[in-house]
């Protein structure tokens, strides 16, 4: 489908969005990307957990939030992923089929990504083998339907810290006001921006009231905080709650005492039940059941409430990213 041109103009000047892919629980995962011939196009790892989520379920989303930038906090796209492995012959043929455009669409990914290319390359000797490039996947982002949302109108909040996951993750999302809601509805995945705060084992998260299809209760979900680096991938540090939403409209005070006590009154307060917790730093990647016992890389142990969530022994998994 053909954007028009205030999308257009959003995802020209993004450099990071946030692409969600179906499982038992929705997964989330911060992605440079280049927008070109109508389609949303990516790299990844062939040992990602979203590249085998994406192969067993196409149907997957995409998020760039971009503040109030004239008047829209972002655009949600929806449609289907693509892979081109070239390692597989059938994709190899594919690829071919594309014509000129697929090469084309190569090079703007790596002109518009040069910044992140010569990070990688700078950083290559310290990135996990499974990230080199003979072990990258193309993704092609083919969208059929398109949302502009809404500004998320929250004020600055006072830190919150996720002691669940080592203190240089937690330390660097604290400040973050702004956490991305992933959601299943009618078979979908759903994103928009969220004001959040954590209550004991759960996150509280509020949408603004006119965020398309928002969810009920039992949905699916996952909220990611990330701290950006501007060219380095080692240097990013971010974590995935996932779970199950309910609606719980009393939560809305909670929220708002992290905002100085200004909430909008419209909107969906929401609780997610956290059923797994992954946090990553860098190409580093681990995750873990949710209530059970963590040590952080430094020793720091923690129990309990989400200042405690993430479990057992760390289980790398290889490329959330």
């Known amino acids: 489908m053909r954007l028009d041109s205030e999308p257009r103009e959003l995802l020209g000047h993004a450099k990071i969005g946030m692409l969600a892919v179906k499982g038992r629980l929705p997964l989330v995962s911060p992605a440079a990307f280049h927008f070109g011939g ?45 892979t081109y492995d070239p390692l597989s012959p059938r994709d190899d043929l594919r690829a071919v089929m594309q014509g000129p455009s697929l ?38 982002f083919k969208p059929d339907r398109v949302s502009l949302l809404p500004p998320l109108p929250v004020p600055p909040a006072r830190p919150e810290r996720v002691s669940s996951v080592p203190g240089q993750v937690a330390h660097a999302v604290s400040r973050h ?16 921006s969220s004001a959040w705060t954590l209550d004991g084992p759960d996150l509280l998260a509020w949408l603004p009231g006119d965020v398309p299809r928002p969810p009920r209760s039992g949905a699916p979900a996952a909220v990611v905080i990330e701290h950006h680096h501007p060219f380095r991938a080692t240097r990013m540090l971010g974590l995935c709650l996932r779970g199950k939403l309910e609606l719980e409209p009393d939560a809305r005070a909670t929220i708002a005492q992290r905002y100085g006590g200004d ?39 923690v129990r309990g409430s989400l200042s ?8 790398p998994e290889a490329g959330i990213r």
Not at 179 to 190: E, F, N, R, T, Y
Request: proline share 3%; glycine share 8%; with cysteine.
């Open 103 to 140: 090469a084309l669409n190569l090079a703007g990914y790596a002109l518009k990504n040069a910044a992140f290319i010569g990070g990688y390359i700078l950083d290559l000797a310290r990135i996990p083998a499974e990230w080199w490039p003979q072990n990258r996947v193309l993704l092609r």
């Open 263 to 301: 909430l909008p009154e419209d909107g969906s307060v929401l609780r997610l039940r956290v059923a797994r917790v992954t946090w990553w730093r860098g190409f580093e990647v681990r995750s873990r059941r949710a209530g059970e016992h963590a040590s952080d890389a430094a020793g720091d142990s």
């Open 38 to 82: 109508d389609a949303i196009w990516m790299t990844t790892s062939r040992h990602a957990v979203k590249l085998i989520l994406a192969r067993r379920d196409t149907r997957a989303a995409f998020l760039v939030a971009s503040g109030a930038r004239r008047g829209a906090s972002g655009v949600l796209l929806q449609g289907m992923l693509e």
């Open 177 to 192: 006001r702004e956490a991305q809601l992933c959601w299943v509805i009618a078979g979908l995945p759903v994103l928009a």
């Open 308 to 315: 405690a969530t993430v479990a057992g022994p760390a289980i």
